[in-house]
């Protein structure tokens, strides 16, 4: 072995007590009890052995722009507003080193998966693309990052957009987003979507239905071009805060219209939670649809960050154990199936949204694993677990030290 793990408590497989993981060449070769002591080996003292954490959307190239933004207001509008007066300034290399310090944190708090959103459109170009694409190839030895394409400022209101997304999806990037309540049609932009990503062979990821509003939803009309096409599996949803106003009986007619298509979500807990709400001066909505409720319905739904330090949200590390957490607090997650779905929707469930095919921690899957300071999954997002160790690929790619008290 080229190196083994002893004594992992691994995540899933809590009930088995400690076991060896044996890593060779990049892949888990063998898992058992006491294996025989070759080459490098360390011991994880019955800490959590988990598949590195996978997320699934994230905005890179406008992440830490809280310096170049007013937040007078706070309000979405003034967010899309702001940034978009601050992409005028953005150079490759400011979205490159943004992004690298992003991704950087990513990587420092065990995520090896990242699907990022990159807006594209006649005010920025190609400029944040450029930025972010080198990054792929630059962070390789600890992160696959996957990049989608979408229009921010609208599509079929916004000409040269489309040539724009066209090109970009061309030159490297592997998935197509919409955001259709910015655009004056927002069937046409999802029409337009599904159109481009059948021209290249890709995956669908969008952010829809963002607002208080439940009456109308446009997830309705996502799950039926989903199904026209024969796309399930392949369709993501993000935010959709309508879902969190509306009543039982609307959610469970949704629920089962996205499991039947085959159309996955993402909830975004601290985006939604900041800008949702705003409009009452007293017991202001949360706007965080509760996607564990969906899981039970047979959606596959994920947790992810969304936005780092800037307008949409002024706050973040990059932790998707601390964005599990907070969601657990908002959604009122008590049972204890439901907490351990929370990590599975920052890990497994968000490997199958990405379609990831050798993932988790079995014998063929790829070594790629964070260590965390607990001994199972629900302590893990219940105590905001530390993450001591990563590896990609069986390569160890961070560390840190738990800590230690001092006593006199």
Not at 42 to 71: M, N, W, Y
Not at 140 to 169: R, S, V
Not at 236 to 242: D, E, F, L, P, S
């Amino acid at each position: 072995m080229d190196l083994t793990l002893r004594n992992a408590r691994i995540a899933g497989r809590e009930q088995d007590g400690n076991l060896d993981v044996g890593i060779e060449n990049g892949r888990i070769a063998v898992i058992g009890a006491d294996l025989p002591v070759e080459g490098f080996s360390r011991d994880l003292q019955g800490r959590l052995l988990a598949p590195g954490f996978v997320e699934t959307h994230i905005h890179l190239d406008k992440s830490r722009i809280l310096d170049r933004c007013r937040a007078d207001s706070g309000d979405l509008s003034e967010a899309i507003a702001e940034v978009a007066r601050a992409k005028q300034g953005f150079s490759p290399e400011d979205v490159h080193a943004r992004g690298a310090a992003t991704l950087e944190r990513a990587i420092l708090n065990g995520t090896t998966h990242m699907r990022t959103h990159l807006e594209v459109d006649p005010g920025i170009g190609l400029r944040g693309f450029e930025g972010i694409f080198p990054l792929v190839r630059e962070y390789a030895w600890a992160i696959d990052l996957e990049i989608c394409i979408f229009p921010q400022e609208g599509l079929l209101n916004n000409p040269g957009t489309d040539e724009l997304m066209m090109q970009a999806l061309g030159s490297g990037g592997r998935v197509v987003g919409a955001a259709p309540y910015t655009d004056s049609d927002p069937h046409g932009q999802i029409d337009r979507v599904f159109e481009m990503a059948r021209h290249f062979d890709i995956d669908i990821d969008m952010h829809l239905d963002f607002g208080a509003d439940a009456s109308a939803l446009d997830l309705d009309y996502v799950c039926e071009v989903t199904e026209k096409f024969r796309y399930g599996g392949r369709v993501a949803i993000g935010h959709v805060t309508k879902l969190s106003a509306a009543d039982p009986a609307r959610v469970a007619l949704a629920a089962k219209r996205m499991a039947d298509s085959g159309v996955a979500l993402t909830v975004l807990p601290s985006t939604d939670l900041y800008l949702m709400g705003r409009g009452t001066d007293h017991s202001a909505m949360r706007g965080v649809t509760q996607a564990h409720k969906l899981l039970h319905a047979g959606v596959n739904c994920s947790l992810s960050t969304n936005n780092v330090l800037n307008p949409f949200t002024p706050f973040g590390d990059v932790s998707l154990i601390r964005m599990a957490n907070l969601y657990a607090n908002i959604a009122h997650v008590g049972a204890r199936a439901d907490v351990c779905e929370c990590f599975e929707m920052i890990s497994s469930r968000s490997a199958r949204l990405l379609r990831l095919a050798d993932y988790g921690v079995h014998e063929g899957a790829a070594a790629d694993l964070v260590v965390l300071d607990a001994s199972d999954r629900a302590s893990a997002i219940a105590e905001l677990a530390i993450p001591l160790m990563g590896f990609k690929r069986g390569r160890q790619t961070f560390e840190r030290q738990p800590p230690t008290l001092l006593r006199p």
